[in-house]
């Protein structure tokens, strides 16, 4: 399932995890059924609003289709989002609401924004052990820049996700680095991030959590981007997840707040 932030994506990705191990922590992976293909759709929204160092607030509404496919330790994502954006900043590097130089308008502009595709490989989905997935993503520059829509450019994401299953606690971590496209309108520089961050079951449907995302620069002169987010998530059945989030930033270069949520079906 992915989401308009980041952490939000990442957060979806261990409720995943955590909605199957924690059951079974109490088998031998001997007994454990072999994992069926699945295929999900599901729709979110999220916002955000925040100043990033001008003096009119940007906000931001994103309605996101996401596409999944799981089978075995393979999982293949693509999201398709729906902004509205209003405002001075320009938010870039994806799915990341980094602000970058001055948008070419400020007024209200909505439209298609950038695809984002990921693959993720399970390098050891061993309940009881540390579990480490590898990721690659590429936003590809779809929105149009002219609206202040998005940059124009093709970013690429490598990511490596680390968590481990404690009883009803699981603990997580992600590092990873992207690589930004860049131009004359936004010199964007290359960089690290960095989240982590626990979840907590509360019963056997329903899962709460926090965590700490922090972002490298990616324009001279700006802030390291910081913030913070909770999140709840619900299976109601088998089929359907529920997930919602509030997202608090720490400086310019984050939103100074925002929230979304998610509705997920798997076939």
């Given at each position: 399932m992915k989401i308009t932030h980041p952490i939000a994506v990442l957060c979806a990705a261990w409720l995943a995890a955590s909605a199957g191990f924690a059951s079974e922590t109490t088998n031998s992976p001997a007994n454990l059924p072999a994992p069926q293909p699945a295929f999900k759709?599901?729709?979110?929204?999220?916002?955000?609003?925040?100043?990033?160092?001008?003096?009119?607030?940007?906000?931001?509404?994103?309605?996101?289709?996401?596409?999944a496919y799981e089978q075995d330790r393979w999982a293949f994502r693509?999201?398709?989002?729906?902004?509205?954006?209003?405002g001075p900043a320009t938010v870039v590097a994806g799915l990341d609401p980094i602000a970058a130089p001055v948008r070419p308008v400020?007024?209200?502009?909505?439209?298609?924004?950038?695809?984002?595709?990921?693959?993720?490989?399970?390098?050891n989905p061993t309940p009881g052990e540390l579990n480490v997935d590898f990721s690659g993503r590429v936003k590809f520059g779809t929105a149009d820049k002219d609206r202040?829509?998005?940059?124009?450019?093709?970013?690429?994401?490598?990511?490596?996700?680390?968590?481990?299953?404690?009883?009803?606690?699981i603990p997580f971590v992600s590092l990873g680095y992207r690589f930004l496209g860049?131009?004359?309108?936004?010199?964007?520089?290359?960089?690290?991030?960095?989240s982590a961050g626990t979840s907590f079951r509360l019963s056997?449907?329903?899962?709460?959590?926090?965590?700490?995302d922090w972002r490298?620069?990616?324009?001279?002169?700006?802030?390291?981007?910081?913030?913070?987010?909770?999140?709840?998530?619900?299976?109601?059945n088998d089929r359907w997840?529920?997930?919602?989030?509030?997202?608090?930033?720490?400086?310019?270069?984050?939103?100074d707040y925002g929230l979304g949520g998610a509705a997920t079906y798997k076939f």
């Open positions: 759709v599901g729709v979110g929204f999220d916002y955000s609003s925040g100043d990033y160092g001008f003096t009119q607030k940007t906000e931001v509404l994103s309605i996101p289709l996401n596409l693509a999201t398709f989002p729906y902004i509205r954006i209003k400020s007024r209200q502009e909505s439209g298609f924004g950038d695809v984002v595709a990921s693959a993720t490989y399970h390098a202040g829509l998005g940059t124009g450019e093709t970013d690429f994401y490598a990511q490596t996700d680390l968590y481990q299953v404690f009883g009803d606690v860049s131009n004359a309108t936004f010199p964007l520089k290359d960089g690290p991030y960095f056997p449907t329903s899962v709460v959590g926090a965590a700490y490298s620069r990616i324009i001279d002169g700006a802030k390291n981007a910081s913030d913070a987010i909770v999140f709840v998530s619900t299976n109601p997840n529920l997930l919602g989030y509030l997202l608090a930033g720490f400086n310019d270069a984050a939103p």
